[in-house]
Each structure stands twice: as structure tokens, then as C-alpha cells.
């Protein structure tokens, strides 16, 4: 889906508060596509890391909002390893999760388990996905 960009689009707030959950500056980023080519989740993400830092360079708040990415992301550190701007990616994946969680919306419900799938899950699963996913 296109994007349309102008100044009235751009976010400088949420820029701000992804600069200081994650200690990294984004805009280092020089679009290499390292991140995207070395991710074990890029089939499953309907945004790659490096277009997740363009849309965060451009503070595109509703793009981003509207992106899986970093709720996909396994925080497997690949991306972080490789970048070859030292760009702490993981770190923000979990900002842009943040940003979101502090706000009291969950990603994922708890109470809409279903019993069977509770009973189903492995309960380490359950766990570190509430951690991940919830408030
Ligand atoms: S590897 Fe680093 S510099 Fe390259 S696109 Fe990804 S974040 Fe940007
Ligand atoms: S930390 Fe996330 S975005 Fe980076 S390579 Fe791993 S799964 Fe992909």
C-alpha cells in the first residue's frame, strides 16, 4: 500500500519517545537491507526491519502502527549482530512494542484464551508471550 508523506504526517513525538525507550538513533540507519536479508522472521513480517527504520526516520505513526514487526519479531538479535551501522534494532522492536503496551493495549488478551487453548499451550509459551504482548 502506497504512503503518503508531508510534514503533517510526521510524528516527532513518537520518534522521540522510540529514541529514548531504545537508546538508539534510527537515523544512522543507511537502508542497506542487511537487517532484512539475514531475519528468520522476514516471511511473516508485513514490514522488514530496514523499511521499519525508513518508515521511523520518516515518523510515519500510522504506517508503523499498522505494521506486525515488531510484535513478530523473535528478538533473536540477528539484525543487531549484523547491522553494519551498529544499530541496536532489537532494542527498537521493543520501544515501538512499548510505546504501545504503556498505553494499557494489549496485543494479545489474556481473558480471550480460550480454555482449550490454554490447556494446549505450553505454559513457558504463555508467559513469555504475556511478557511480551501485555501491559
Ligand atoms: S542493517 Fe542497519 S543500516 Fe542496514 S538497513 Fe538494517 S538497520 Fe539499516
Ligand atoms: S531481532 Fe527481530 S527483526 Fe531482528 S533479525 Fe531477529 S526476528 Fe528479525
Do not use: F, Y
Given at each position: 500500500m502506497p504512503i503518503k508523506i508531508s510534514l503533517r504526517t510526521i510524528d516527532n513525538q513518537l520518534q522521540q519517545k522510540v529514541r529514548e525507550i531504545s537508546g538508539q538513533n534510527f537515523n544512522k540507519c543507511y537502508q542497506c537491507g542487511t537487517c532484512a536479508g539475514s531475519c528468520p522472521m522476514v516471511?511473516?513480517?508485513?514490514?522488514?526491519?530496514?523499511?521499519?527504520?525508513?518508515?521511523?526516520?520518516?515518523?510515519?505513526?500510522?504506517?508503523?502502527?499498522?505494521?506486525?514487526?515488531?510484535?513478530?519479531?523473535?528478538?533473536?538479535?540477528?539484525?543487531?549482530?549484523?547491522?553494519?551501522?551498529?544499530?541496536?534494532?532489537?532494542?527498537?522492536?521493543?520501544?515501538l512494542r512499548q510505546v504501545v503496551l504503556r498505553q494499557n493495549i494489549n496485543r494479545i488478551e489474556p481473558s480471550n484464551l480460550q480454555p482449550e487453548e490454554v490447556i494446549d499451550l505450553p505454559q513457558i509459551a504463555m508467559v513469555s508471550g504475556f511478557r511480551k504482548l501485555t501491559g
Open positions: 516471511e511473516h513480517l508485513t514490514a522488514t526491519p530496514r523499511k521499519l527504520m525508513a518508515l521511523l526516520q520518516m515518523g510515519q505513526k500510522e504506517a508503523l502502527e499498522s505494521a506486525n514487526t515488531h510484535w513478530v519479531c523473535a528478538s533473536c538479535h540477528t539484525c543487531m549482530v549484523r547491522c553494519p551501522r551498529g544499530l541496536d534494532i532489537t532494542a527498537i522492536m521493543e520501544a
